[in-house]
């Protein structure tokens, strides 16, 4: 389990082990190291031999909206510079790394600060809880696959699912700048996930399932720009109504299906774990 402040992760692999080290990012002297030992797996969504897999995206999908959008409207540059970055990723001008930074970078405001802001501004998907109760009592593992910050989804989910919430999280994370601490103004950046262009490049962690035989049917849920490497990598795309993801699929002719909350979603993985309705029936267009 990790710890329960803003640490870095690594994965450093040990006979057979993984152990996780836990790098207190609050200070830039005297780093503080938890070792855990945790069984090695590159698959651990697969560990109870689930027929589903639901991978999803997190800010503005499981919650109603984007806390990184949040922290640039209001305590960044604003909401005109934050929409034209997107607009530029979405058509190709930029790459979604690149403005990730430049949102963030805007950002002064102490880390802790931010964190509790948007304890109190974001809230949890009507429709989330429901799905999640669901998934938990049948065997679908939830993956979230984050754009965004672990920290910040760890604390919101504390917050929104309370304490004992089961889902993997694969995401970016926060370190400290240099000669300063995550509690100074400006004293925080992001650290990506991947050296790729998206700086989490979502399909990596997709593909590890999808390339074994017999695998789970896979799922993935998203709203905006920083899904676009995960659209085309499972076998059914739920894209937020109205957003960025689906104007992206259109113009790329990616199948998916749309959804307003997470109720639509509950409904049709239920059919098709039921097994009333196909995969294939299921993403014909949208509903």
């Not at 509790?116 to 998934?135: C, Q, S, T, V």
């Not at 679908?140 to 999280?169: F, H, K, N, Y």
Request: aromatic share 12%; glycine share 6%; charged share 25%.
């Amino acid at each position: 389990m990790a710890p329960d402040k803003p640490y870095r992760w690594t994965g450093e692999r040990l006979h057979g082990s993984q152990r996780n080290l836990w790098y207190d990012t609050t200070t830039t002297s005297s780093w503080s190291i938890q070792t855990f030992i945790m069984a090695s797996s590159d698959t651990p969504a697969l560990k109870n031999n689930p027929k589903f897999i639901f991978f999803t995206d997190f800010d503005g999908t499981v919650t109603t909206a984007d806390s990184n959008d949040y922290m640039t409207d209001n305590l960044g540059f604003g909401v005109e510079r934050r929409r034209q970055l997107n607009k530029d990723v979405l058509f190709g001008k930029m790459h979604f790394r690149d403005s990730f930074v430049e949102m963030l970078d805007s950002i002064k405001t102490p880390f802790d600060e931010c964190v509790d802001i948007l304890l109190k501004n974001i809230k949890l998907d009507p429709g989330f809880k429901e799905f999640y109760d669901w998934a938990q009592q049948n065997n679908v593992p939830i993956v979230i696959l984050s754009g965004g910050m672990e920290p910040v989804i760890r604390a919101l989910l504390d917050t929104l699912l309370g304490p004992g919430w089961d889902i993997q999280i694969v995401s970016n994370y926060v370190t400290a700048r240099e000669g300063k601490t995550l509690k100074d103004e400006g004293g925080w950046r992001i650290e990506f996930h991947d050296d790729s262009i998206h700086g989490h490049d979502k399909s990596i962690e997709i593909r590890k399932y999808s390339s074994l035989p017999g695998r789970p049917t896979m799922f993935y849920a998203g709203d905006g720009v920083s899904d676009l490497s995960a659209a085309k990598e499972t076998d059914l795309l739920f894209a937020k109504a109205d957003r960025d993801l689906v104007t992206w699929c259109e113009n790329e002719n990616v199948p998916f299906v749309t959804f307003r909350d997470w109720s639509s979603i509950t409904q049709t993985v239920k059919d098709i774990a039921a097994g009333t309705v196909s995969v294939k029936d299921a993403a014909r267009g949208r509903i």
